[in-house]
């Protein structure tokens, strides 16, 4: 399955997909954890180190250039640029952080990190915005494996059409207006899209704020809480990582996730 994760800034879409990611290998499934946004925080929530981090796309104007415009092409642009050696090529491995679910053998987690894209590094930014829809495509269209992305906050993305044929979005909001207003707009964007099949994850929400929400247009029907894990909140302070959390905490968290799966029919 492919999902997107989108919301408004800081309301915990890089949380969120670094926690599924871990649940889903956990459960013995291969995942593809894709940092669609340009403050790559993605691989740090889910442990590495900044030494361990792979080379975003684009940064890589040799591959954009070797790719999109091949030598012997004339400087003819390639529409059609062969990509499908790129996710093992450019991805680093993840450490699966929670105890395993059920008999399966974990799954593997591998980072994928999109980048900026800009004019900047010597290549031009309709290039890599080329090779980076392809590598995208290629992962969510013809990959087997789960495909998670994380997406810039806002709307930026969903208005470029990167995402136009994952099968789940998961739309992020914090109980707030202004936070749920944003969830609004990105659900409709999506749906104009037509990506239609989208979940509202309610994070740091108590009981009484999921069962009250404000009656907005466009917000997904189906609602996920997720409460606030105070532990996280502790671990925060000396650690980037939102992995390896207590059993407690664990327990909390692998509960949301299997309603969760259960809302997307998994
Ligand atoms: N349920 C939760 N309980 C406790 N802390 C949380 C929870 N969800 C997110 N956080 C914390 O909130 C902060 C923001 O989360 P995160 O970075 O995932 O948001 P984001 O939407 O990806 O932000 P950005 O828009 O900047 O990419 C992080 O410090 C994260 O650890
Ligand atoms: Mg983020």
């Not at 247009?217 to 409460?227: G, I, S």
């Amino acid at each position: 399955m492919k999902i997107a994760v989108s919301g408004k800034g800081g309301v915990g879409k890089t949380t969120m997909t670094a926690w599924l990611g871990d649940y889903l290998a956990r459960q013995g499934h291969n995942v593809w954890l894709v940092d669609a946004d340009t403050a790559l925080s993605l691989g740090q929530a889910c442990g590495l180190d900044m030494a361990e981090m792979p080379t975003a796309l684009s940064q890589r104007p040799d591959l954009v250039q070797e790719r999109i415009r091949p030598a012997g092409q004339g400087g003819m642009m390639m529409l059609n640029p062969h990509v499908s050696d790129l996710p093992e090529v450019l991805s680093a491995p993840l450490k699966v952080c929670g105890p395993p679910l059920g008999d399966r053998a974990m799954g593997e987690k591998r980072l994928l990190v999109m980048g900026a894209v800009t004019s900047a590094n010597g290549g031009c930014a309709c290039e890599a915005s080329a090779l980076l829809k392809a590598l995208l495509a290629h992962l969510v269209l013809e990959r087997n494996d789960w495909v998670l992305v994380d997406m810039e906050a806002g709307v930026e993305h969903l208005g470029r059409g990167t995402v136009a044929h994952v099968d789940h979005l998961l739309v992020v909001s914090e109980p707030s207006m202004r936070s749920l207003q944003t969830a609004g707009q990105v659900a409709r964007m999506a749906a104009d899209l037509g990506l239609k099949k989208q979940t509202l994850i309610l994070n740091r929400a108590s009981t009484g704020q999921a069962d009250n929400l404000p009656a907005l247009e466009n917000l997904p029907n189906h609602c996920v809480r997720l409460p606030v894990i105070d532990q996280l909140r502790e671990k925060q302070l000396h650690s980037a990582s939102v992995l390896g959390l207590d059993l407690a905490a664990q327990g909390e968290l692998d509960a949301f996730m299997k309603n969760l799966l259960c809302q997307l029919g998994r």
